[in-house]
RNA sequence: CGGGGCGUAGCGCAGUCUGGUAGCGCACCACACUGGGGGUGUGGUGGUCGCAGGUUCAAAUCCUGCCGUCCCGACCA
């Protein structure tokens, strides 16, 4: 590609609306231009990048044996109904109405089309397993689109789904997506962790959702140092440390006034009264609406996942108001403790683990100390119910947990019969019984790939693709091409060649100067650029530089090609 | 959905408080110089000042309504 035949839209200014770096390069560099919130045109140059993501994720699929199928955007309101989920999905599923008032919807997934496909198409045990997968666009009228294509309402998704006779069957497609996800994104050369994730409302024995490491992810993602756990931190297990020894002798409670300190940290400032030594206690409600006390330790949160799935709760969590605390407690938020406290009361493990503790006296103005679990609480039940920190005990039970942000890319999931069953997607078995498919579904952000790779890999001059996905391999950088015969002669030979060995070139012909076409190139992220100039030509070689180290080689134009090849190799 | 910010040329912004009929930088076009890191000069193109209504001799500026867009929040006691 030559660039003066090319639409090369770069910005050498920051658009002000763009907060993440990679929705800033994106704009820079002209891949993306917006049309809407949450809206985004995909530029030709952006084009590219998202077609070799789409091309690795669909060899890996068909590697895998799953079958590509294109559905439909638009899909009839009536289906949606018939799984339930038209009632059910709320103001994200963007509803509109055809020439004859009837309802249909964009599809925000395509759990319903392609569950009615499979009923039709699929009669017999015999027809399955069956994998099948698009890459499609979706749209989620998300409340808040943000990060530029990274949470966007119009987003192209790699959904594949498959059908099974039983859930062992699928078991075996679940952990054959398993790792044809890992192969996709080590082939897109992206840091990335597989992460057991909560499994929701839909059950099953497992989840899994891959995630692209960088800061500024919207994901807390906890992993084992010494081992290859690693799990979302809504899920991830709280394993309390070495228990501490009792005092001897035992303290005694008292109570003592805590005028105007209500928070962990009013206590730790004004008394010194370490956030570690003291416990706090939330109110939640069960499903009879009932008050019931989640306690952790004063320097933990309560994980809000984990308090949901103890009995009789709520789920999701609902917390208590505070005048009703007020009026059936006599005390306000910051004043609770768990002794004498007329509830069913959950002790965080780790919580429950210590020694003696400072509570909330349930009396405005006043705290207990020296409170002992089994002597003031004796009918606490002990749960884990706290968020994981950085260091706490692994539960794989090597190394310890440490805390990184990570952008959800993919997410593996197992279905069951939930679909299935409620549409009518039924199989004969063996004994000619009539059984609902069980379901697994499996789902690759590719537009939000794109953001993430550049999330994780630019720096100040711009973005950094890996090779897998660059626009182009090589940038061709001719300096005074119209004017020098050796130059126009060297970059066209070896264009031509660069063209030959089938890599995507960008040559700059432009008459621009040098320094405008290193600062594009260098935006643009390609992997490795040539530069060719009368003086490093006079001396017999080309410019051979790494977009990520910056390196330099000086090679002569008939090594070209080899030298090229070695450095994309070793991307 | 709640709170806040912003809307003036393709991009970044000033002008708004204190009303007088629109400006700067980048980009773009032409020419000249320059020619290995976003160069310099001269001359240009481009704007219903988000939309609608109101106040006024006069509105980008004041008032009202609407729209768009971005950010923050939506469990921590």
């Not at 952790?296 to 984990?306: F, I, P, Q, S, T």
């Not at 003086?535 to 530089?545: K, M």
């Not at 390196?551 to 080899?562: I, Q």
Request: contains cysteine; proline residues 6%; aromatic residues 6%.
């Amino acid at each position: 590609m030559r660039a003066s035949e090319f639409l090369l839209s770069t910005l050498k200014e920051t658009p002000s609306d763009a907060e993440v770096i990679s929705h800033q390069l994106m704009l820079r560099a002209g891949l993306i231009r917006r049309v809407a919130a949450g809206i985004y045109n995909w530029m030709p140059l952006g084009l590219r990048v998202l077609r070799k993501v789409e091309q690795i994720v669909r060899e890996e699929m068909e590697r895998a044996g799953a079958l590509e199928l294109s559905m439909p955007v638009v899909q009839p309101g009536e289906l949606w109904q018939e799984s339930g989920r038209w009632d059910l999905y709320g103001p994200e599923l963007c509803r509109l109405e055809d020439r004859h008032q009837r309802p249909f919807c964009l599809g925000p997934t395509h759990e319903e089309v392609i569950t009615q496909i499979a009923r039709s198409e699929v009669k017999s045990y015999k027809q399955l397993p069956l994998n099948l997968f698009q890459i499609q666009t979706k749209f989620r009228d998300e409340i808040r689109p943000r990060f530029g294509v990274m949470r966007s309402r119009e987003f192209i998704m790699k959904d594949a789904y498959s059908f099974h006779i039983d859930q062992a069957c699928q078991e075996q497609t679940y952990w054959r997506m398993h790792e044809a996800y890992t192969t996709i994104f080590r082939r897109l050369g992206l840091d990335f962790r597989a992460v057991e994730a909560d499994t929701g409302a839909i059950g099953g024995n497992h989840s899994h959702e891959f995630h692209v490491l960088a800061t500024s992810g919207e994901d807390a993602i906890a992993f084992s140092t010494d081992s290859d756990y690693a799990a979302n931190v809504e899920l991830a297990p709280a394993i309390p440390g070495p228990q501490e020894e009792a005092g001897d002798p035992e303290p005694l409670l008292e109570k003592f006034a805590t005028p105007d300190m209500t928070t962990i940290e009013d206590l730790a400032e004004q008394l010194g009264i370490p956030a570690q030594r003291s416990i706090k206690t939330l109110l939640a409600k069960d499903a009879q609406g009932d008050l019931v006390a989640l306690v952790v330790r004063g320097d933990h949160r309560l994980n809000a996942v984990k308090a949901a799935k103890l009995p009789g709760m709520l789920s999701p969590l609902v917390l208590a108001e505070a005048a009703e605390v007020k009026q059936r407690l006599g005390a306000g938020f910051g004043s609770l403790g768990p002794v004498g406290l007329p509830l069913r009361v959950v002790v965080d493990r780790t919580a429950a683990s210590m020694p003696d503790f400072v509570c909330g006296a349930n009396e405005d103005g006043y705290h207990l100390r020296g409170a002992i679990w089994r002597r003031d609480v004796p009918d606490c039940e002990v749960a884990d119910i706290r968020e994981i920190v950085n260091g706490d005990p692994s539960p794989c039970g090597h190394g310890t947990l440490e805390i990184r942000r990570g952008i959800e890319v993919g997410h593996i999931f197992q279905l069951g019969t939930k679909y299935s069953e409620a549409m009518a997607a039924t199989v004969l078995d063996e004994q000619g019984r009539s059984q609902p498919m069980v379901m697994g579904c499996y789902g690759i952000g590719v537009t939000r790939i794109v953001a993430a790779a550049i999330e994780q890999n630019h720096d100040s001059k711009g973005i950094i693709w890996p090779t897998a996905m660059a626009p182009f391999d090589v940038a061709i950088v001719p300096l005074g091409m119209d004017k020098s015969d050796a130059v126009r002669d060297a970059t066209e030979s070896l264009y031509a060649a660069c063209e030959a060995a089938g890599w995507s070139v960008l040559m700059d012909d432009r008459p621009e100067r040098p320094g405008v076409k290193f600062a594009e190139v260098e935006l643009l992220g390609i992997p490795v650029r040539v530069t060719i100039g009368d003086r490093s030509l006079a001396e017999g070689h080309l410019e051979i530089t790494l977009r990520r180290s910056g390196e330099t080689d000086m090679v002569a134009p008939e090594k070209a090609t080899e030298a090229i090849r070695a450095l994309l190799a070793n991307q």
